[in-house]
């Protein structure tokens, strides 16, 4: 079992950069691979990235290839999404999920954060 709570969404302008954290509660955290999603308004879950529960292999969607990186510190049972670059299509909320596969589906990710709100202006 294990439960995951985001922190670190805020207001930004476009450019300006954030730092997501998931916090994961459970012993067995780092036997887990993460991932990230975001879901704007009126529009359905979309794959951010992921990394391996070794942190060895990160994997990210397009739009956000070059500009977010994932981390993880599997000692302090954290994740981080650190984003760079933001831009105004950025804007939704973001979720950290725990899974086996690191995908980028997230039908294979069994636990989920409650999320935290980005919102990049213009």
């Known amino acids: 079992q294990v439960q995951l709570v985001e922190s670190g969404g805020g207001l930004v302008q476009a450019g300006g950069s954030l730092r997501l954290s998931c916090a994961a509660s459970?012993?067995?955290?780092?036997?887990?691979?993460m991932g990230w999603f975001r879901q704007a308004p009126g529009k359905e879950r979309e794959f951010v990235g992921a990394?391996?529960?070794?942190?060895?292999?990160?994997l990210y969607a397009d739009p956000v290839k070059g500009r977010f990186t994932i981390s993880r510190d599997n000692a302090k049972n954290m994740v981080y999404l650190q984003m760079n670059s933001l831009k105004p299509e950025d804007t939704a909320v973001y979720y950290c999920?725990?899974?086996?596969?690191?995908?980028?589906?997230?039908?294979?990710?069994?636990?989920w954060g409650q999320g935290t709100q980005v919102t990049v202006s213009s």
């Open positions: 999920a725990a899974g086996q596969s690191g995908s980028r589906r997230s039908g294979d990710y069994g636990y």
């Open positions: 459970g012993r067995t955290f780092s036997s887990y691979a």
């Open positions: 990394i391996r529960w070794s942190g060895g292999r990160t």
